[in-house]
Structure formats: structure tokens, C-alpha cells
């Protein structure tokens, strides 16, 4: 907002303080929501070529040079399709959770870091009010399901609230460890900690502690994306489509939006936690001449990880109900919970300042252990799995 109002003033485009606090506001917002738009059409056309490769096909190939219309032509199909709505359904929430879900998947680009001064608001809680905000989608999607007045909607809608709630406490547990390692709350304090180069990146610093804390939160951000193999909320196979089962035209389009707006801002956040953000791998590929590159290697970040969102879409099969608790409860929440006592043990003690080489010691044990955690976890969710239909046959 302060970055936006001083390019007003610099272009002399000055008048009432409302006026220019309201073109703040608004200006940001205008671009953000324009950006959502332009660039799910980009997901969506990436999306089904990779599937397309994966699955050893060819993709959409008809409506313009090699498909690349063909999303165009669902958006446009989509705006002007009639939006109906079944008998029995609430109206006004009905129209207004898209809506809902769309607040909360735009709302955290307020606090994204950009560059050092393209940033809408650095607040000094930044990554308090991206696990606040995010939070919105999960109202969004209860609201949904509950008033299409549909039964496949309403089990997605509860599929969708426990799933969220559960990962997103690994996820917040992993926000922690990294605010203890930084000091601070502010996505742009946490990226200026990374200054100097691809080696200070928090990615390869206290190895192996922040790749695990990586790994955790990545898969954490993928299940609030509803995104397979987390996407028991949408399974086709189940519930028809979940909670937008009942939805058509602009309103469906509008759930998708969300969900790749969500999977870019979780990549993003990542980016900015993990990959050091809007910094370049060396510090002579920050700039192009008098053109700074911050925005272009954030975006390629969050676009690299948003590939392997869509990679993993189309090669792991879907978790069951069971499956996706066992994950969260047992796997992802005892690491995360051992990720912040750990960091904030090497935080007090600091080590490496006692001339002391923990990584030396512990490092390659620790990678070990917490590899193999994961390997006996999912071995134990699988054969039990496999055993639980069994125990209730006899039953």
C-alpha cells in the first residue's frame, strides 16, 4: 500500500487523502485479482498437457496452436453459462461461499514479499495472518456443501473441514520453527535472513532439520489445497464432485480459481520460507541492468513447486479417509512437534558458536531416523489398511 502511494505521489497523481488511500487499496487489489485470473488459465492449460505426458497422451490439441486456447474457451464457455440452482438450496450462502473461498485463497497475497519494496504491507505478522487467513477457505467450503442441500456436498464439505484442521496443525507447528530460527513474524525479515546465496538459503542450512520441516509443510499445503492424494473432499469416485457438486458456470469456475490461486500462494509461502523468497541463487542475478528480478525468481519458485503439486497429482493414487488422518496425526504431527523442540534447543544452545559440529554428529543419524519414521509409518498405515476391511468382515 505505501509502495502503491508512493508511485501516486511520484506521478503527481495526488488529491484528497481518501482518494489516494482508496487507489492504494484498490489498485493492488485490481492486480492481484487480474493476476488469479490470467494465471489459473496458465495452470489449468500446464496441468492437463503434463497429464497428458504422464499418461502417455497427447493433451488438448484442437482449439489453438498445440491447445493452448482451450482453456480460454472453458472460461469464456464457463462466464456465460447459466448458473443454476436446485431446489432446496440457500440462496445467499450458496452464492456467497465461492466467494468466501476466494477471499481466502487472495487474502495472503497482501503479505507476500515481492522485492524489497513490492510488498503490499509488510506486517510484523505476516505468517500469523497467512495461517489466519487461509483458514477462510475451510468457512468457504463447510458453507458450500452445506447449502447445496446435497448429501455428496455435505460429506465433502466434512471431508474438507477435518482435513484442513488436521494438517494444518504440522503446518503451523513447521511456521513455528522457522519464526524461532529467525526471530520474527515478518515474511520479509524471514527472507532477508537468507541473504548471500543459494548456501544460506533455510533449505540447506541446519541440515537435515529444514528439508524434513520442508518436506512436512509441502505436504501439509498440498492437503489444505485439496489436491491429490489429499483430495478425498472432491473424490469423483464418491461424492459426484464434493461440495461444488451443485455448482455451475461463473460460481464453478470460481472454486477452481480458488484452489490454483491457494496451490500458488502455498508455493509461494514455501518459496519464501525455504528457497529464500524473491533472492536470487547469487547475488549478480538479482538485477538485469537497472530491472529488478525479485517478482521473476519468486515466481519461478512457486511455479517449479507448483509443477510438482501437478506431478504428484498424476502419480500417486488417492489416500482414503483413514489413510489421510493416519498420515497427519502420526507422521506429520510427531515430526513437526520434534522439529520445534529441536530448533529451539539449537536456537539457546547454539552450537556452532561453541565451536561444536552438531550437523557432523547428528546430521546424517538424524536424516536416518527420521527417514525411516516415515517409511514404518506409511508401511504400517498401508498394512493396516489392507487388514481393516478383514476385521470387519469377521466382525
Not at 547475488?283 to 541492468?289: A, H, I, K, Y
Request: net charge neutral.
Amino acid at each position: 500500500m505505501d509502495f502503491v502511494a508512493g508511485l501516486l505521489k511520484d506521478a503527481g497523481l495526488g488529491g484528497p487523502p481518501w482518494l489516494v488511500v482508496v487507489l492504494a487499496v484498490a489498485i493492488p487489489c485490481l492486480v492481484i485479482l487480474m493476476f488469479g485470473a490470467m494465471a489459473c488459465l496458465i495452470y489449468v492449460y500446464a496441468e492437463t498437457k503434463l497429464a497428458g505426458f504422464f499418461q502417455d497422451r497427447i493433451g488438448p490439441k484442437r482449439v489453438g496452436p498445440h491447445g493452448m486456447l482451450q482453456t480460454v474457451a472453458d472460461a469464456v464457455k464457463l462466464l456465460f453459462k447459466e448458473a443454476i440452482f436446485p431446489a432446496g438450496v440457500d440462496k445467499f450462502l450458496f452464492v456467497l461461499a465461492p466467494c468466501l473461498v476466494n477471499v481466502g485463497a487472495f487474502m495472503p497475497f497482501l503479505v507476500v514479499p515481492w522485492g524489497g519494496r513490492l510488498q503490499a504491507a509488510d506486517l510484523n505478522v505476516g505468517v500469523f495472518y497467512v495461517s489466519a487467513v487461509a483458514s477462510l477457505a475451510t468457512v468457504g467450503l463447510i458453507m458450500a456443501g452445506w447449502a447445496s442441500n446435497n448429501k455428496y456436498a455435505l460429506y465433502g464439505a466434512m471431508r474438507s473441514a477435518a482435513q484442513i484442521v488436521s494438517y494444518e496443525i504440522p503446518a503451523v507447528m513447521v511456521l513455528v520453527a522457522m519464526v524461532i530460527l529467525v526471530g520474527s513474524l515478518s515474511l520479509q525479515d524471514i527472507t532477508t535472513a537468507q541473504l548471500g546465496g543459494l548456501q544460506n538459503w533455510f533449505v540447506f542450512r541446519y541440515f537435515p532439520l529444514n528439508i524434513v520441516a520442508f518436506l512436512v509443510f509441502f505436504t501439509a499445503g498440498m492437503a489444505e489445497c485439496n489436491r491429490a492424494p489429499f483430495d478425498i473432499p472432491e473424490a469423483e469416485s464418491e461424492l459426484v464432485a464434493g461440495f461444488h457438486t451443485e455448482y455451475s458456470g461463473f460460481f464453478f469456475a470460481m472454486f477452481f480459481m480458488a484452489e490454483y490461486t491457494e496451490m500458488f500462494v502455498i508455493s509461494a509461502v514455501t518459496s519464501v520460507l525455504f528457497f529464500g523468497g524473491y533472492l536470487a541463487p547469487h547475488e549478480s542475478l538479482q538485477v538485469l541492468g537497472p530491472i529488478p528480478l525479485g517478482w521473476f525468481w519468486l515466481t519461478f519458485k512457486a511455479w517449479t513447486l507448483m509443477f510438482v503439486m501437478m506431478w504428484l497429482r498424476w502419480t500417486l493414487p488417492r489416500l482414503r479417509v483413514d489413510q489421510l488422518m493416519h498420515v497427519a496425526w502420526k507422521v506429520l504431527l510427531p515430526i513437526s512437534l520434534g522439529l520445534v523442540v529441536v530448533v529451539s534447543g539449537l536456537v539457546l544452545w547454539k552450537p556452532t558458536s561453541l565451536g561444536f559440529p552438531w550437523d557432523r554428529y547428528f546430521g546424517w543419524p538424524l536424516t536416518v531416523a527420521v527417514v525411516a519414521y516415515l517409511v514404518v509409518g506409511i508401511f504400517r498405515a498401508v498394512r493396516w489398511s489392507r487388514r481393516r476391511p478383514q476385521e470387519l468382515a469377521a466382525s
